[in-house]
């Protein structure tokens, strides 16, 4: 989801960076079930059930439902639905959509948001392009949110990489800041100019959040107030990590990564 607040940007301890990824983790993880769970046949209602099911077993709560009144704890967002699609016993999934998956959750007081969009069953040489683009667009917005670096540096490492491949960056929603609430400073379009906007500096909690159209960037919100389609009825996709600046680089929260021990064995 989108934020549009207005205050100082807050800059995170390490220790409250630990606290962040555990929440972020739980997204994570939330998050692959949902993928495996996007299938032909699905609808959206039941990925919606799942997703606030196994949240709360971890100890985490949804962080979108009621959410200034969203009635769901997942935005699933099929086809031409850029973000906010509400979910629906009525919407079944059919083999060739493409579902973004947006989920968020509060651990202890702490906030983490993640999405990404998935195919279901076969899809299209041109959806798995898209997809493939606005990922790799999201990877290097995360890699341009280093120390020393600006907030336009992010926008435009996503312009630059899908506007030549033909899609568009849609401009009416933004990434955000993330914390103690779901939505803090700053504001992170998915365009700009590099060199421009705040200073990124150590402690920067951002969740970053290409969505990018097949065809033009113009969305509409449908009559249920949240659900935002592309105008001309291309499709969209979305992507999205919570990552924190930190001297040593970004470092994406909502990413498990599996670290070898000592004995050689794995560990999350």
Do not use: K
């Not at 200034?68 to 979910?87: F, M, R």
């Not at 290409?210 to 389609?229: H, K, Q």
Request: hydrophobic share 40%; with cysteine; aromatic share 4%.
């Amino acid at each position: 989801m989108d934020g549009r607040a207005r205050e100082r940007i807050e800059l995170r301890t390490s220790d409250e960076i630990a606290r962040i990824r555990e929440a972020c983790l739980v997204v994570h993880d939330v998050l692959d079930e949902l993928v495996l769970a996007t299938v032909p046949g699905v609808t959206t209602a039941e990925l919606d059930r799942l997703a606030r099911t196994r949240a709360r077993e971890r100890g985490a709560e949804p962080a979108f439902l009621g959410y200034h009144g969203y009635p769901a704890s997942l935005c699933a967002s099929v086809n031409d639905e850029v973000v906010h699609g509400i979910p629906s016993e009525g919407r079944v999934l059919r083999d060739g959509d493409v579902v973004g998956l947006d989920f968020g959750v509060v651990l202890g007081g702490w906030y983490g948001d993640s999405a990404r969009t998935v195919p279901v069953g076969r899809v299209s040489a041109e959806a798995a392009r898209l997809l493939a683009a606005t990922r790799e667009a999201l990877e290097r917005a995360v890699a341009a949110a280093v120390p020393g670096g600006r907030l336009g540096d992010l926008g435009a490492a996503v312009q630059a990489h899908v506007e030549p491949r033909g899609y568009s960056v849609v401009r009416e929603f933004v990434g955000h800041g993330i914390g103690r609430r779901m939505h803090e400073p700053p504001q992170i379009p998915n365009f700009g100019v590099r060199g421009t906007g705040p200073a990124l500096r150590p402690g920067m909690i951002l969740a970053i959040e290409p969505m990018v159209n097949a065809g033009g960037s113009e969305v509409e919100v449908l009559e249920d107030g949240w659900t935002a389609v592309t105008a001309d009825g291309s499709l969209s996709a979305h992507f999205e990590h919570t990552v924190a600046v930190t001297e040593d680089g970004p470092e994406i929260l909502t990413l498990r990564r599996v670290r070898e021990s000592a004995s050689g064995g794995g560990r999350g």
